[in-house]
């Protein structure tokens, strides 16, 4: 049979395939007409307040019925909307004789500009306030916001992006994938998607060609759209589709290669409200717990009571189970008044992590304290980590003081090119290792994890990032230690057998990518995994890396087990 279908192509998130007919979101609305206004500046200036205040209500209505990125983000959005400098930028175009519409179209559109030119995390913030000019445009011209179409029949649904408000009002019931033109795997379609599942590719060039009605295949491993699929396509992707589910519904067995070799299944939490998620997606245990969570909004740090609650919270969701609590990383990308007040041109290279705690080593010695005394008031197997250790005297200097505090297994992250080449050493000391690929890829490519310019290097199938995961394996199995990822890297099903084929002893992910990487790992057999690694490391580039254990992989995958 001859295939003529358009194939377009990608960033996939996850490993999901889906099926379905193209519904698109709504057309942005037209841009505001530029003729002067007919009504006072105060009748203007009143419109603009009362809309701006409904917009942000909505929103705020809308962050209380969702949890985690969805509700930061709405509740976000509805500060933008209230921001104050954004009012006055609009209040002055109004006083210029511009109608409100006009003028909240102009004011919105040059914050946008700046925040474009910020680039990376917040280049990425842009669509956010673009969704709000939206709504309060809307608002003032009495029609609904532009946003996602109602539909009783299952649909992709096709947009240029998808604003926060937009993602936490989707059905899930009808939305079966997701593609937009626009977006990379950091940007809020992809974090919202990863977080609930959804099929998703996003950064499709062509995805403004596609006709509403027009059946197409996603395919998130590929990172493929199939536009119009032949009858043997479609059921192919059916048969992928039902096979997967049946795979998926499987139980939440502990994670294992198709040997049996043992990889246990962790889930990465950022605070003691999400551990119910991780239980019912079958995480054996917490391999990172990020405490930043207690520290980021306050101007003090929180009282060693106040630790010890959330702590004893998340330790009694998982009795006889290991949780793995990663100290303070405070610095770069989490700045936080009380640690990081000096000035630093480059604080990816500065005082963060274990370096600023050690600066501050009062407050790393409340953590440890809090640490032990809900260690001894419940049930878990507690393990806890210091970030971005870069040194063997900064891991013995951990080490040494965890210990004094009565805590029994003490590690390093290792997410510093430095500490992986000197894994052999930096292991002598510490209980164990995990690798936080993130800030690894970021070190080792000399590239900001948040820059959206450098984007392009933040990939963890780098064979250079490859090799030094692999040295932390080696010097693992020597000591016999416990080797655990920890970065985004794990919940990506193909690399997740690649790093258990280059000496992880453990995977640890966002709980909601478990059930693809359990299911990816009973593929494989250790032999087989290795043989992965080693086509992986010997590749030139990161998409090289990619497309070659993709090859390779195909050739020996086992079906996953019934
Ligand atoms: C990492 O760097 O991979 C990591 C897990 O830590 P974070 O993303 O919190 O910096
Ligand atoms: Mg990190």
Redesign the pocket.
Known sequence: MTETSIVLTGAGIGQGIALGPVLRMSAPLPEPEATPSTRTPDEEKARVAAAVQAVAADLRERAGKVTGTAADVLEAQSMMAEDSSLADDVASRIDGGTTAERAVFEGFGVFRDLLIGLGGYMGERATDLDDVAQRVIAALEGRPAPGVPESDQPYILVATDLAPADTASLDLTKVRGLVTREGSQASHTAILARENAIVAIVGVAGADELAEGTEVILDAGAGTVTVAPSAAQSDEARRRIAERESALSGGLEPGALADGTPVPLLA?LGSAEATEKAVAAGAEGVG?F?T?FLFLDARMAPTVEQQREQYVKLLQAFPGKKVVV?VL?AGA??PLEFLNDAHEDNPALGLRGIRSLRANEDILREQLTALAEADAATEADLWVMA?MVATVEETRYFVGLATEFGLKTVGV?V?VPSAALLADRVLREAAFA?????????YTLAAD?LLGSVAGFQDPWHPAVLRLIGEVGSAGAAYGKPVGI????AADPLLAVVLVGLGATTLSMSPAALADVRLSLTRYTLDQARTLAEVALAADGAAEARDAVRTAAAGFATPAAP
């Open positions: 990465n990172l990020r930043e990663r990383d990308d989490k970030p992250m997410e995990s690798i936080g690929t993130n800030d690894l890829t970021q994890r920890c970065g985004e890297a």
